[in-house]
């Protein structure tokens, strides 16, 4: 038995990935990793996200591909062919970015999954400063209400084809899980050394 090789017949996911990378390929995109960029897209339905070593301690495949997501229905079911949604990265803040985080706001409130489900990186500024009307302007800028409109017109595509079974099927999914493991939280302990976060499930 000593030249035995054990066979590797299975790759384990953790099951929010999987959740999440099932929703996306249900909705026509590859997710791939790059270590080159933080997420892109192409046009083609190549999604690239950043390796998870470079990834701050919070971030999940869930959340980033959700953002993704929520960028393709603010700016139109037509920018599925636009490199990166139709946004110019190496612009200035292009003001579509705040609708969709009250997209993602909105979407995420409906399953108790705001905190859970938030944005990464900058964004999260504005993120937490959206109140639970996520309709409501912070403040009283003509921005604020081009931003506010179009999130609107985001929340009501978001109801219709065909992100709606793909993504209500994800929320229910991720919700469920959430509810399953709370009661294990109390007495979750890191294996990490020195590691003082809280589990992100129990945002």
Sequence with gaps: MSDYVRPVLARYRDPLDLVWLATARRLGLRVRRNPAIFSATDGTGLLELGPFDTLDADDTTAQMILHELCHWITNGLETFHDRDWGFALDAELDWREHS?????????????????????????DYYDCIP?????????????????????????????????????????ATAHMRDALAPLLADHASDLEDDVLPSLWAR
Aim: charged fraction near 25%; charge should be negative; include cysteine.
């Design 100 to 124: 969709c985080l009250r997209l993602q706001a909105g979407l995420t409130e409906r399953y108790g999954l705001r905190g859970m489900l938030a944005p990464t990186s900058q964004f999260r």
């Design 132 to 172: 639970t009307d996520v309709l409501a302007p912070i403040d009283d800028s003509e921005r604020e209400r081009d931003v506010c409109a179009l999130a609107k017109v985001a929340l009501e595509r978001a109801a219709g084809a065909p992100w709606v079974e793909p993504m209500t099927a994800a929320f229910v």
